[in-house]
């Protein structure tokens, strides 16, 4: 059975939310997935390198799990070895867009992964590594994928952009948004839905994933109405791009630039059996202080998937991390407070973050020195929930195809005051200059962008299903 997007334009404006609820738990009916824990050693399909100790597939291709020395001099962490995903391929995320009587539609995926922490997710039409798409593993073709490998119709977005630095060995995914004029039928395990409703469900925790949410920060300014007023309007205003900003673009783009010419880090892969305070036991490689991450290994049964079952390892984090931008309005603009922050998986050494970007946990250990700065504002605001000042918070997961059962915490605080003044490692973005930088390649990192797209949803429409915040559990100074 199919749908075009005029099929759910003819249920009303604005149906029910519950709509797309009652869609993933029918997709999830019948597309099962079956999740099992496997020792590392007895992954089907996948070897140890005697040689190395690094993990890879038998075919050669979808990633290898290796070890990285990280040497930064003159920093409180000096150097580190941990073990990484190196996934050179370069993958394709991509929504497509139609204008249905002037509102925009959006084809979205009902898709599970294995790290997923609670089933199917609203996913990008296309959400493929190089190796999906060339049917390395052997399975049916990937729907839609025509429509961006040579792009067919008008291109709004493409980029490409990278993902976690701290877990990915300077792995990247072409970005991309194609906006279509033919009708375009809905296959099974895929929606047309309105843009507004998608960027409602942000608010929903674990319901939008990673991919999605990626690809929609890059999207531009869609016309639409604009919210009648407080926070969300002014949000809607601040991405115009004829309005002022604390720093010119130029100003930025040289900060940035100076600091990858100046920061002194050097990352090499090397034999995974070569990383220091790690230990492969119990099936699993983790860290000695039972901090950061595991590596496990998972089986997977599933049905409704291009491949009906497979095998593979994936990365586990511990705990919960938080992410939260502090946003002010300068010369009545939004402006967010970005850091100019060091990973030693990005291409090109630095991207701009979120203000705080961590597991609060994984510092407890480290030198005051080392914990980033801005952490303990933002934990102590949302213990106090001032009202007001909180104007987004929701737990997310992170992608699952890689990760089991990552999560974290997405904040957005306003604030009257600059907290770092004159801080060389922190500057104050408007708006419509992130919008600007999305255009590009490499300027703000995968955490930063998934936050840029709940900051636009609050000017798109009603947060559905905003959770109580009962429900969203408080990080404390020693949480993890």
Known sequence: MTASATDDRTRGEEPAIIDVHDWLQEVAGHTSMEVTRLPLEELPGWRTDPATGNLRHDSGGFFTV???????????????????????????????????????????????????PDGPQVSPTVQATRSNYTRVHQGRAVPYLEFFREPRGRVLADTRQSEQGA???????????????????????????????????????????????????????????????????????????????????????SWLSGARSTADVRAALVPLDRVRGWRRSGGRISHESGRFFDVIGVRVEARGREVSGWSQPMLAPVGTGLVAFLVRRIGGVVHALVRARVDPGYTDVVEL???VQCTPGNYDHLPPAARPPLVDLVVDTLAGAA??????????????????????????????????????????????????????????????????????????????????????????????
């Open 66 to 116: 290796e070890g990285l020395d990280v040497r930064r001099p003159g920093e409180p962490v000096p150097a580190w070895t941990q073990p990484i995903i190196n996934q050179p391929e370069t993958g394709i995320l991509g929504i497509l867009l139609k204008r249905v009587d002037g509102v925009p539609y959006v084809l979205m995926q009902a898709k599970n992964e294995p790290g997923n």
């Open 353 to 355: 973050a979120p203000t």
């Open 387 to 480: 009202p007001g000042r909180v104007r987004f918070d929701t737990v997310l997961s992170e992608e699952g195809g890689r990760f089991h059962h990552a999560r974290n915490r997405y904040v957005v605080v306003e604030t009257d005051d600059d907290p770092l003044p004159g801080h060389p490692g922190f500057r104050w973005l408007a708006l419509h200059q992130i919008d600007e930088l999305l255009r590009h390649s490499y300027y703000l990192n995968v955490e930063a962008r998934s936050l840029t797209a709940c900051l636009h949803g609050l000017a798109h429409g009603p947060a559905y299903g905003v959770p109580s915040r009962a429900r969203v559990p408080l990080l404390t100074a020693g949480a993890r």
């Open 167 to 253: 877990w990915f060995y300077r792995k990247r995914n072409r970005n991309m948004v194609v906006e279509v004029a033919e009708r375009v039928p809905a296959a099974e395990g895929f929606r047309w839905l309105p843009l507004a409703r998608v960027y409602g469900l942000l608010a929903v925790p674990d319901r939008v994933n990673m991919d999605a949410r990626t690809v929609l920060s890059c999207l531009p300014p869609q016309r639409g109405a604009e919210p009648a007023g407080g926070f969300a309007a002014a949000v809607a205003r601040s991405r115009d791009a004829s309005r002022g900003a604390r720093h010119e673009l130029g100003e930025i783009l």
